[in-house]
T-cell receptor, first 114, second 115 residues
Framework: AQKVTQAQTEISVVEKEDVTLDCVYE???????LFWYKQPPSGELVFLIR??????QNEISGRYSWNFQKSTSSFNFTITASQVVDSAVYFC???????????FGAGTTVTVRA | GAGVSQSPSNKVTEKGKDVELRCDPI?????LYWYRQSLGQGLEFLIY????????KSGLPSDRFSAERTGGSVSTLTIQRTQQEDSAVYLC?????????????FGPGTRLTVT
């Protein structure tokens, strides 16, 4: 069984602050895939990133960066210099190597105040 | 290109009525998924279709729920004899052909309210 834990329920920051979202996962699969999705107030889940279990290289995309550490089963997400448009619910998800369905964490609501 | 579309965007129904929710996947995507998002349960997998293979219905919460996919494209999720606990946002997703690593792209969802 796959399990994803996002311990932070809500985070509130002032614009331009950095914010880090934690994601811890559990799986028995040796090959698996991790994802982050953003759900803005409009409701649509927007794909942000996929990371394969065999690739621990961190990634940066603009103001977004991801830190994948297999040793601690974590896949954390940092927004640098946050903006009001970053306000959304962010979901971490896991997919097993021979599975297809996503197991989602409970989500973290990020509020960026001007 | 066009993303995943779902209709209706909102549906209010009386307890005991049947409802049908529709999903149009991204053109060329052979895999289609239904998920449900509710306050108490978060995001839950419901059903998965891959091409012409038999669907994986393991996530359907009861036999009142069923889904079909016609012609390998459009899918309909049907809920019979709706109950108040069925109130949720029903999300459809699709992914490109091939292996399990492909990311899923989600539609805007259908918000179902059972009164």
């Amino acid at each position: 069984a796959q399990k994803v834990t996002q311990a932070q329920t809500e985070i509130s920051v002032v614009e331009k602050e950095d914010v880090t979202l934690d994601c811890v996962y559990e799986t028995r699969d040796t090959t698996y895939y991790l994802f982050w999705y953003k759900q803005p107030p409009s409701g649509e889940l927007v794909f942000l990133i996929r990371r394969n279990s065999f690739d621990e290289q961190n990634e940066i995309s603009g103001r977004y960066s991801w830190n994948f550490q297999k040793s601690t089963s974590s896949f954390n997400f940092t927004i640098t210099a946050s903006q009001v448009v970053d306000s959304a619910v962010y979901f971490c998800a896991l997919r097993g190597g021979y599975d297809y369905k996503l197991s989602f964490g409970a989500g973290t609501t990020v509020t960026v105040r001007a | 290109g066009a993303g995943v579309s779902q209709s209706p965007s909102n549906k209010v129904t009386e307890k005991g009525k049947d409802v049908e929710l529709r999903c149009d996947p991204i053109s060329g995507h052979t895999a289609l998924y239904w998920y449900r998002q509710s306050l108490g349960q978060g995001l839950e997998f419901l059903i998965y279709f891959q091409g012409n293979s038999a669907p994986d219905k393991s996530g359907l919460p009861s036999d009142r729920f069923s889904a079909e996919r016609t012609g390998g494209s459009v899918s309909t999720l049907t809920i019979q004899r709706t109950q108040q606990e069925d109130s949720a946002v029903y999300l459809c997703a699709s992914s490109s052909p091939g292996g399990v690593r492909y990311e899923q792209y989600f539609g805007p969802g259908t918000r179902l309210t059972v009164t």
